[in-house]
């Protein structure tokens, strides 16, 4: 079974740039997360999404973040104006509910910010 | 709020030298606590889930026990493969939220 797939896995842009990145979740898993993880720091949610509904997004940066699941499978998480502070690994996450079900991590995607 | 704290933050042991990591928490509503190992570049990957005080799991040369109030992964006898960086996270039941800790980096020597 093919686990959670991002991309890019890295992406160096200068500050102001837009970036955006891509998952593909566990096929069938309802709920698809993203999270944020800075170095040395354990994984921080940005937003939760129950198929194509964005149920949890009180921690999402509205000002210059912005993400989407289209269709309740594949989403995008999107940076713009990118700004230094941004640098982190962007993991997406997968899991069948909500209720007691495993979270599935992606491999991340790395974003350095010059 | 909710806290998870790991500790120690870093740990290097010897091939085959027993060690236990913690992780304190406090969180109401506890669905359950979460064990991943994650490696230099790579995504956390699911170790076990326990949602009791007083169960225990193990995989391998880990076994993770849960208290009220905190919980253990013991490594036994362990090889240079085990090392890695080992997250614990809270699962809250009120609002589905993953709660990490900082994580505890183990190295393990030949």
């Known amino acids: 079974e093919a686990g959670v797939v991002q991309s890019p896995r890295y992406k160096i842009i200068e500050k102001k740039q837009p970036v955006a990145f891509w998952c593909n979740p566990i096929?069938?898993?309802?709920?698809l997360y993203w999270y944020r993880q800075n170095l040395g720091q354990g994984p921080e949610l940005l937003i939760r999404?129950?198929?194509?509904?964005?149920?949890?997004d009180s921690q999402l940066p509205k000002d210059r973040f912005s993400a989407e699941r289209l269709k309740g499978v594949d989403s995008t998480l999107k940076i713009q104006p990118a700004e230094l502070g941004d640098s982190a690994v962007y993991l997406c996450?997968?899991?069948?509910?909500?209720?007691?079900?495993?979270?599935?991590f992606g491999e991340g995607s790395w974003l350095t910010v010059v | 709020e909710d806290q998870v704290t790991q500790s120690p933050e870093a740990l290097r042991l010897q091939e085959g030298e027993s060690s236990s990591l913690n992780c304190s928490y406090t969180?109401?509503?506890?669905?359950?606590l979460f064990w991943y190992r994650q490696d230099p570049g790579k995504g956390p990957e699911f170790l076990f889930t326990?949602?009791?005080a007083g169960e225990e799991k193990e995989k391998e040369r880990l076994k993770a026990t849960l208290t009220k109030k905190e919980s253990f992964l013991h490594i036994t006898a362990p090889k240079p493969e085990d090392s890695a960086t080992y997250l614990c996270?809270?699962?809250?039941?009120?609002?589905?939220?993953?709660?990490f800790g900082a994580g505890t980096t183990v190295t393990v020597r030949a």
């Open positions: 969180v109401s509503g506890l669905r359950g």
């Open positions: 326990l949602y009791s």
């Open positions: 999404y129950e198929n194509e509904e964005a149920v949890d």
């Open positions: 096929s069938g898993h309802n709920t």
């Open positions: 996270a809270v699962y809250r039941g009120d609002d589905y939220k993953l709660s």
């Open positions: 996450a997968s899991s069948p509910g909500v209720v007691g079900n495993t979270i599935y």
